[in-house]
């Protein structure tokens, strides 16, 4: 699940698999952020949308999260 980095609950954050916010995957302008959950299904989580591997994997790979390397010519 991705959230905006001043919304996550400390709820969010105590059933996630990181042990604090600084471990988490966040996006290159730091706005949004990556839960990796267990159970996706905790109430904390109702509203967020839920993506497969596969999309959460497309999604990072983006430009938002991803910083593409320049190969010199």
Known sequence: MIVN???LTSEQL???KAI???YMRKSLDGVKIL???ENP???CYN???K???SEILTILAGEDWT??????E
């Open 20 to 22: 604090n916010q600084h």
């Open 41 to 43: 299904d905790e109430t």
């Open 35 to 37: 839960i990796k959950t």
């Open 14 to 16: 105590s059933h996630s």
């Open 5 to 7: 980095t001043e919304d």
């Open 67 to 72: 910083k593409k390397l320049e190969v010199p």
């Open 51 to 53: 993506y497969s591997h």
């Open 47 to 49: 509203g967020l949308t």
